[in-house]
């Protein structure tokens, strides 16, 4: 059974930075797109980043874009979001997810096939 648990999700001042790991178990991150979205209270979840295992292409949302950095460890089995200049729009419940589908629309939570319980991120202003 695949299990991603998040890690690193806290309260950050405006302009802080903040580090969300993805550990994954039961399955190693040797294919498909691993991604993260995000959910604000009485909002969708919306996609943040993602990237590719082939090729280690990334995507981004346009409001992260220049801001946030989506990266993995092989040797761990993990994938980090690296988010800097956070702003109080930022604050929500960051989740991971993992697919073993390589193309495709990223940002569709749809086409995910496992997701972790989500990790609070809260940036106040």
């Known amino acids: 059974q695949v299990q991603l648990v998040e890690s690193g999700g806290g309260l950050v001042q405006a302009g802080g930075s903040l580090r969300l790991s993805c550990a994954a178990s039961g399955r190693t991150f040797r294919s498909g797109v691993q991604g993260w979205f995000r959910q604000a209270p009485e909002k969708e979840r919306e996609f943040v980043a993602a990237?590719?295992?082939?090729?280690?292409?990334?995507y981004y949302a346009d409001s992260v874009k220049g801001r946030f950095t989506i990266s993995r460890d092989n040797a761990r089995n993990t994938v980090s979001l690296q988010m800097n200049s956070l702003k109080p729009e930022d604050t929500a419940v960051y989740y991971c997810?993992?697919?073993?589908?390589?193309?495709?629309?990223?940002?569709?939570?749809?086409?995910?096939?496992?997701w972790g319980q989500g990790t609070q991120v809260t940036v106040s202003s």
């Open positions: 990237i590719t295992w082939t090729g280690g292409i990334t």
């Open positions: 997810a993992d697919r073993r589908l390589q193309g495709g629309t990223y940002s569709y939570t749809g086409s995910y096939d496992y």
